[in-house]
């Protein structure tokens, strides 16, 4: 009887996976630092959310929403509140899950080591999976302000509260086309 203990629990642990990163889960929003985030973020406060879409869909939104005609889309997108001129830039950012799966890694040794081939061993390989998460990090910024988002900003609640908007209508919108008639 422990004998079949012993094979199962040996079964069921080699073939778990071990996570070695899990991406965050965001339910509505977060505003943290870029740097905080993902490394090649800038240090910036960051309005950051999950994005649902395909790439590349938040890019052809802002491009039609503020008719930009292709032109710097992703850099300083100017746009006003309360007759006051700010800019963002965004980013699309993927955090991939990782995870270590024993058994091919096990099965990998195992099967160069009767062959022989214990120096070519590809152990990384057939051990790492991944599984994509994409979020959309937006700065702002102003003549006035290098950031927006920062706690001590005199703007950041009207640019919480714009980017909220903004958010919404980007998820709730198929056709940004329909955005033109809105505006």
Not at 123 to 152: F, H, Q
């Amino acid at each position: 009887m422990k004998k079949l203990l012993y094979v199962i629990a040996s079964v069921t642990f080699l073939n778990s996976c071990i996570p070695i990163r899990i991406a965050p889960s965001i339910s509505d929003y977060n505003v943290t630092k870029g740097k905080k985030f993902k490394r090649s973020l800038s240090k910036r406060q960051m309005f950051i959310f999950e994005d649902p879409k395909e790439v590349n869909q938040f890019y052809n939104y802002v491009n039609t929403k503020y008719d930009l005609q292709h032109i710097d889309v992703y850099d300083n997108v100017p746009f006003k509140i309360n007759d006051e001129q700010y800019f963002f830039s965004f980013y699309e950012v993927e955090i991939p899950d990782k995870a270590i799966n024993l058994a091919p890694m096990i099965t990998s040794v195992m099967f160069n080591a009767l062959i022989g081939n214990l120096e070519d061993a590809d152990i990384e390989d057939p051990t790492m999976s991944r599984n994509g998460n994409w979020y959309l990090a937006i700065e702002v910024y102003s003549d006035l302000e290098k950031d927006c988002l920062e706690i001590n900003s005199l703007s950041r609640e009207v640019v919480l509260k714009y980017l909220c908007t903004l958010k919404k209508e980007y998820l709730s919108t198929h056709n940004y086309n329909e955005i033109v008639f809105k505006n």
